[in-house]
C-alpha cells in the first residue's frame, strides 16, 4: 500500500504539470515479450535527454505469471525506486485491482481495453488501448499477435505523454541491432498506435516529457555488463562459472565481449579461458587453480553459490591465493528469491571460511563503479595475494541505469609482489613464498612459467612454515596466522576509501553501501527541506578505512540504512568500533524490493522527532 506521506504531494483539487518527473510501471506478464517494448520506451526517454532509470521485477519460475517494469524519469536526476506509480500500464488483468492501488490520486491509467475489469477510482486518469483491433487492424501473423500487442502501448503511451517517434525509433535500431526489417516492422505498429491515439484520445493528465540537452557523457546498462567490461580491461584470464540468478549474465557478458577484446593482436589467439563448470564447486576450484598459476582469475554467482564456494575461498585464504569472486546478491536464506534484490550477503562474504579468516569486500553503488572495480579487484588480489569479494546485487547487476561513461583504467596493471628468474637471482636473503621480508604482511610469490630452480615452493593449505615446509609446531602456526592479519591491516588504506556527501551544519550522519546509494541522496535532499540536515558516508570496502571511526565520531547519531533484515553492516561496524555502539542506529529493511526514499525520510523523521519530544 502506498503510505500517506508519499501522497500529500499528489493529492487536491488541480494538480500541476509534471514535466519529466513521474514513475510509470508497466503491467505484463512473464515471456510476453514485452521486454523490448519497455527497453524501448526508456531508451527514447534517455535520448531525449531525460534522467531515467528502469527496474524489472519479474518471477523466477515459470512462462505467464506477473513481471513489471518501473521506469523512473527524474529530471532532478533522482532515479531510485518510488513506492508508488504516477503512470500504469495493464496489460494484465490478473494483476489489475492490486495494480491499481498503486496508482496515485492524479495518476494515468492506460489499460488493454479487452481486460474486462471495472475501475472503481474516480481520482484517476484512464485511456483505453484498443489492442486486438489495432493489431487485427496490422496483420500481424499469428504467432507474432503476441509479441507485437506491446508495441501498440509503446505508441499509444508516447503519443500521450510526448515522447518524440523518431526517439522511438532509434531505440528500436539500438534494440535489434541495427536490423532494420525487424525494427521497421515493430516501428510500424508504434505508428499505427501513436496515430490512434492522437485522433481519439483527448490529453487529460498532468505528465509530459520534453526534450532536454543531450545527455553526452551518459550511456545506459547494467552493472553485471559494465563489470564484466571491467574485468576485461583489467586483463582477466580465467572464469570459471555456473550459471545462477542474477550472476548468470556477468558470465555470459565476458563471453559475448573477450573474444574482441582479449585477443592477441599479432597471433589474432584469444588470451583468454572461459569455462561453464559443472557446479559451484568445480567453478571455484579452477578459479583457485589458475590464480595460484598466476592467471588473472575470477568466478561470479550469487548467495547459494557463495556457500558451496566457502571451502575453498577458505583454502585460498591461507594458501594466499589470489582471485576475484562476483557476489551479485539475492534474497535468502536457501533459494529464497532468487529474483529479488537485497543485500544480505555482507557478513557471509567478509567472514568467509572456517577458522579465523576473513576476506576483501568491495562493495560498488553504481555501474560505473561495477566497470571501475572490475579491474581494481584484480590489483587488489594480486597485491594482496588473496580472495577479493566484489558484493553487488540484482538491483544494480541486472537493471538498467543510467551512468557516465567508462573510463579506461588510468594506471599500469598492479601484479604486486610477484617474482621472475632476475628477481629471484637479486633477492636479499633466502626467498620463502610465505615469508614477510617487508613488514607489510606480504610476501613475494613466484608462478607457473618460472624456469628458475628457486622458484618452486608448496601452496600448502595445512599448517606451514614461511618456506612452505609442512608445520604443526605452535609458534609457527600462529606467527604466520598473525602475519596474514597484518596484510589484511596494510588493506585498509588501499582499498576504496569512503565516500562523503555532507551538508553545513548537519549534526546526523547517514552510512549505507552499495546500490541504496540513489535513495539516500534523495533522502538526504528531501530531509534538508524539512530542516534535518545529514552528512552522509558511503562505505565501499571492508575492512574499514581510518575515516569511517572519524565520521562515526564526529555525529551524536549515525543511521545505518541497508537493504537486509537485521543490520548487518551496523553489526561490523559495532564489532569494529564497539566504542561506539552507542552512536549507531539500525535502519535495516528488506522486502525483495529496492529500499525507497521514502522509508528512509519516514524512518528517520519518526525517529527525530520522539527523541525531541
Known sequence: MIKDSELLSKEGGNLEESINDFCMTICTVNGSGSATANNTLLRALFHMGIPVSGKNIFPS??????????IRASDKGYLGRVAHDDIIVQMNPITFKEDLIYDVPGGVVFYADHIDMPIDRDDVIVYPMPVKDLIAEADVSRDLRDYMSNMVYVGIVSQILGIGLEFINDALLRQFNKKRSVAESNFAIVKLAADWAKENLEKRDRYRVEKQEPLKDFIMTDGNTAGALGAIYGGF????????????????SLGIFSPKLRKDPETGKHNFAIVQ???????????????WAGLRSMTSTS?????LMTEYMSMAYYAEVPLVLWDVQRVGPSTGLPTRTAQCDLNLTYFLGHGDTQQ???IPSSVNECFEFGWKAFDFAEEFQTPVIVLSDLDLGMNLWMTTRFEYPDQPINRGKILWEEGLEKFKGEWGRYLDVDGDGIPYRTVMGNISEKAPYFARGTGHDEFGNYSEDADVWQRMLNRIKLKFDTARERLPKPIFRKIEGA??????????????IEAQDQLE?????????????????????????????????ELNRDGQLNQILAIEYCDLTDRLISLAYIDGLPITANYIIDSISSKEDSDHE
Not at 519460475?61 to 506477473?66: A, D, T
Open 61 to 70: 519460475n515459470i512462462k505467464g505469471l506477473p513481471t513489471w517494469f518501473s
Open 237 to 252: 584470464q580465467f572464469c570459471g562459472w555456473y550459471p545462477i540468478t542474477p550472476a548468470t549474465s556477468l558470465a555470459e
Open 277 to 291: 563448470a559443472e557446479d559451484e564447486l568445480a567453478s571455484i576450484g579452477m578459479a583457485v587453480g589458475a590464480g
Open 303 to 307: 548467495g547459494p553459490g557463495v556457500s
Open 360 to 362: 576483501l569486500v568491495i
Open 507 to 520: 549534526e546526523i550522519g547517514l552510512i549505507a553501501m552499495g546500490s541504496t546509494e540513489s535513495a539516500v
Open 529 to 561: 527541506r524539512k530542516g534535518i540536515r545529514t552528512d552522509f558516508m558511503r562505505v565501499r570496502a571492508l575492512p574499514f578505512s581510518s575515516e569511517v571511526r572519524a565520521f562515526i565520531q564526529s555525529h551524536p547519531r549515525n543511521y545505518v540504512i
